[in-house]
């Protein structure tokens, strides 16, 4: 049986790269494991009057580059293993983006569709306030991930600022509302980076046969924040978004779907399923449709052992974290089948983060056009970073990726100098 813990998963990734590195063997195992892990249990009063306990985390796992950063998740499957493998991924998609951030993240258990926007609401402040001054502007600074939204980053900011009185509480946490120091480009930055990789692995002949964007086969699995505007930005490019999937089903239409159209069906009836002029198909199928381009943008561990063989698309870009196992990138690199990792393909997401974060230290608010082309210069010259390693190395992708990432923290622990 292949192991699915994200944490082991983080760990062998480590290990396929951290053979390449030249660093002592202390600071490498310092590095295979997170700084704090910070496990909360609080009590909420729920709408019906009775009291539920929730177990909530947060991983701080490294900030020799800056600051810990990293998303927080609401989800019923959320384990520790799999938060500190979620921060182990910020440390490395921090420096292959080469942004000042270190690694962190956060995810309370709990299933966000059975609770009301109260008590969704109340999770959130009693998470914040107990995490207390482990998070901060200067310290560790959340964001939106699965089932949380900017106004959930609205609320943490609030309950952060109620707690922490006369100073500028703005860049606390990323992701917020427009109206309250969001940054233009942040809701759709995941995905636009993503697409921008896209762009420069077809630009690097890097998929068979297809010369432009425009005219590509696109498959979206979890058709959520990061997925939804992947092919919105797709279909803007030309592409033909063939399939689309989320937590309920998956529709297909050859022809190519309309992703505004099935945004606004999926923001009504609540699921992708249904759409019209679609046909109904598995969850699990649309991994292994014939297409150019596989955008996994759901959970963890969606193309392993069991599936890889029947993959069928020419490229794989992770909008995602972890969708793919070491096991299945061993089974996609025998068969030529290039992936973009998530620790760059998803990078776009922390930088325009990192953007607002810088804004709302200056007081200032930047237009779409900049935030956009700050964004673009950055995932090309770190898509080109990594497949230039893979390529002089003859490394597949995500192992390049970890060695560029791990060369520039090792690098910067090394100037720092271990304290004391
Ligand atoms: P989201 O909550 O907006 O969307 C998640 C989507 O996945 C939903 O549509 C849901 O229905 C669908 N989904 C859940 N389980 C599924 C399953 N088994 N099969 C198919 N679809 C399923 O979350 P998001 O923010 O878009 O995050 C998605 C992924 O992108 C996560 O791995 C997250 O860590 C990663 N990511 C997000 C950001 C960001 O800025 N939001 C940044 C980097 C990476």
Known sequence: MEDLNPFHIAQTQYARAARYIRASDGLLENLRRPERT??????????????QVFTGYRVQHNNARGPFKGGVRYHPGVTEDEVKALASWMTWKTAVMDIPFGGAKGGVVCDPKRLSTEEKRAITRRYVSQLGSAIGPMIDIPAPDVYT??????????????????????????????????????????????????????????????????????????????????????????????????????????????????????????????????????????????????????????????????????????????????????????????VIPDILANGGGVTVSYYEWVQNIQDEQ???????????????????????????????????AYVLALDRVTRVTELRGIWP
């Not at 910070?38 to 009291?51: A, H, L």
Request: proline fraction near 5%; glycine fraction near 10%.
């Open 38 to 51: 910070i496990r909360i249990d609080f009590p909420v009063k729920m709408d019906d009057g009775t009291i």
């Open 149 to 338: 939204d900017a106004t959930t980053m609205a609320w943490i900011f609030d309950t952060y600022d109620m707690t922490h009185k006369g100073q500028n509480n703005l860049p606390v946490v990323t992701g917020k509302p427009l109206e309250l120091g969001g940054s233009h480009g942040r809701a759709t930055a995941t995905a636009r980076g993503c697409i921008f990789c896209v762009e420069e692995a077809i630009a690097r002949g890097l998929v068979e046969g297809v010369r432009s964007l425009a005219g590509a086969r696109v498959v979206v699995q979890g058709f959520g924040n990061a997925g939804a505007f992947a092919a919105r930005f797709a279909h803007r490019a030309g592409a033909k978004v063939i399939a689309a999937s989320d937590s309920s089903g998956a529709v297909l239409a050859p022809a190519g779907l309309d992703p505004e159209q099935l945004m606004a069906h999926k923001k009504q009836k609540g699921s992708v399923v249904g759409f019209p002029g679609s046909s109904v198909l598995g969850g699990a199928e649309v991994l292994e449709l014939e297409c150019d381009v596989l955008i996994p943008a759901a959970l963890e561990n969606q193309i392993t052992a069991a599936n890889a063989e029947r993959v069928r698309a020419k490229l794989v870009a992770e909008a995602a974290n972890g969708p793919t196992t070491p096991a299945a990138d061993e089974v996609l690199h025998r068969r030529g089948i290039p």
């Open 366 to 400: 930047w237009d779409e056009e900049r935030v956009e082309g700050k964004l673009r210069k950055k995932m090309v010259n770190a898509f080109h970073a990594v497949f230039d390693i893979a390529t002089e190395r003859k490394l597949e992708p995500r192992t390049a």
